[in-house]
C-alpha cells in the first residue's frame, strides 16, 4: 500500500502540542481566511466512511469520485490498480486531489486485508440477492464502499469477498448508474446518516485533524516542504 498524499514522515516524530505548534506557525505563509477555511473544514472531515474503487480506467470518473469525497468531507480513497491506472483529470478533479488522502493497491484482496485490519467493514456496491439498500446499510461501524470499473462492475473476486453488498434504487429502464454518480450519490446518503447519528464517533481524532491541517497547509505554502524544516528547525531544533 503507498499513500501518494503521505507528509506524515515529516512530522511523524512530533507530539501533538509540537504538532499544534507547527501548525500555528506555518499558518503565519498563508491568509487568515484560509486558516479559518481548514480549521472550519476539518470538523467536517472523516475517515468513518471511504471509498475504494477498482480498476477505474477513464479518468473523469476517477476525477469526479475524488471530487465528490472532497465535497462530502470523505478523506481516504483507495484505488486498487490490477490492470488499469488511476489517472485523474485535473480539470475535473477542481484540485480536491491535493485535499483528500489516495491509497493505492496492487490488489483487490490486498486492499481489503488492509481495511479489515484497520476495522472496516467491506461493502460492494453491486445488485445481488443479499444485497442492502443505501439508505438502509448499518455504519455502526467505520465502512469503505468499492465501486467496480465503468463496463464491467466489480470483479468476482470483489464481490465474493467482500462482507456485504449494497445498490441504490432505480425506477427507469437503465440497469445502473454511472460509477462518479453512483459514488456521488452513496457518500451523500450514508454521510448525511453518519452527522445525523448522535451515538456514532464519526469524527477524526484531534491529533489526525492537525496532521491533515498541517498537509493541507503544505500544499497551500510555495516550497511547503522545505517552509516545514525550517519551521521545526526553529521550533524545536533538529530531530
Request: hydrophobic share 35%.
Amino acid at each position: 500500500m503507498s499513500n501518494i498524499n503521505n507528509t506524515l514522515p515529516l512530522i511523524e516524530n512530533y507530539t501533538l502540542e509540537q504538532k499544534e505548534q507547527l501548525y500555528e506557525a506555518l499558518s503565519q505563509f498563508f491568509s487568515e481566511q484560509r486558516k479559518e477555511l481548514f480549521d472550519r473544514l476539518i470538523l467536517n472531515r472523516t475517515r468513518h466512511i471511504s471509498v475504494m474503487v477498482e480498476d477505474i480506467y477513464q479518468s473523469h470518473n476517477a476525477s469526479a469520485v475524488l471530487r465528490s469525497c472532497d465535497c462530502f468531507g470523505v478523506q481516504d480513497v483507495h484505488v486498487v490498480e490490477q490492470h488499469n491506472k488511476f489517472n485523474p483529470c485535473s480539470e475535473v478533479a477542481m484540485g480536491s486531489n491535493k485535499w483528500v488522502d489516495v491509497y493505492k493497491y496492487k490488489k483487490t484482496l490486498e486492499a481489503y486485508d488492509q481495511m479489515r485490519a484497520k476495522g472496516y467493514q467491506v461493502i460492494a456496491t453491486t445488485p445481488h440477492e443479499k444485497d442492502t439498500m443505501i439508505d438502509s446499510l448499518d455504519i455502526t461501524k467505520p465502512t469503505v464502499l468499492v465501486f467496480g470499473t465503468e463496463q464491467t462492475g466489480l470483479t468476482q473476486e470483489a464481490i465474493d469477498n467482500a462482507d456485504g453488498y449494497v445498490k441504490i434504487p432505480m425506477y427507469g429502464f437503465t440497469e445502473s448508474f454511472n460509477i462518479s454518480v453512483s459514488a456521488a450519490l452513496s457518500l451523500f446518503c450514508l454521510t448525511e446518516k453518519m452527522r445525523k447519528q448522535e451515538d456514532l464517533d464519526w469524527q477524526m481524532s484531534a491529533e489526525e485533524q492537525v496532521d491533515l491541517k498541517i498537509r493541507w497547509s503544505l500544499q497551500t505554502i510555495k516550497e511547503g516542504e522545505k517552509v516545514l524544516k525550517t519551521v521545526a528547525g526553529n521550533l524545536f531544533g533538529s530531530k
